[in-house]
């Protein structure tokens, strides 16, 4: 059974750090492709990482250079490192795997190409 549990979110003040966790059992997490998402109230689905088995990383725009994905294949975790936040963070944060990434950037992107979910964890950033 797959299983995928988020943790480390919090409140916190505008340009803060928070470091968000999900740790996975049940599958060969090397092997998968993994990425975070988010959901703000009232907004869409988004695509905030993407990290593949490779460790090849991609970020939506609002995100790059403040936010960092990685893996610990020996931890079965996966990381999101978050710098500078900004109220506009402010959402429930979701980590998500498959075991393929897709070849195009929009797949990988798309929440409907991610069979395992976990809970998510909240993080609200204050101004």
């Known amino acids: 059974q797959v299983q995928l549990v988020e943790s480390g979110g919090g409140s916190v003040q505008a340009g803060a750090s928070l470091r968000l966790s999900c740790v996975v059992s049940?599958?060969?997490?090397?092997?998968?492709?993994m990425a975070w998402f988010r959901q703000a109230p009232g907004k869409e689905f988004e695509g905030v990482a993407v990290?593949?088995?490779?460790?090849?990383?991609k970020y939506t725009d609002s995100v790059r250079d403040r936010f960092t994905i990685s893996r610990d294949n020996t931890k079965n975790t996966l990381y999101l490192q978050m710098n500078t936040l900004k109220p506009e963070d402010t959402a429930m944060y979701y980590c998500?795997?498959?075991?393929?990434?897709?070849?195009?950037?929009?797949?990988?992107?798309?929440?409907?190409?991610?069979?395992?979910w976990g809970q998510g964890t909240q993080v609200t950033v204050s101004s």
């Open positions: 990290i593949d088995s490779f460790g090849t990383t």
């Open positions: 998500a795997a498959d075991p393929y990434c897709g070849q195009y950037t929009s797949t990988r992107f798309s929440a409907a190409h991610y069979n395992y």
């Open positions: 049940g599958y060969t997490f090397g092997g998968y492709c």
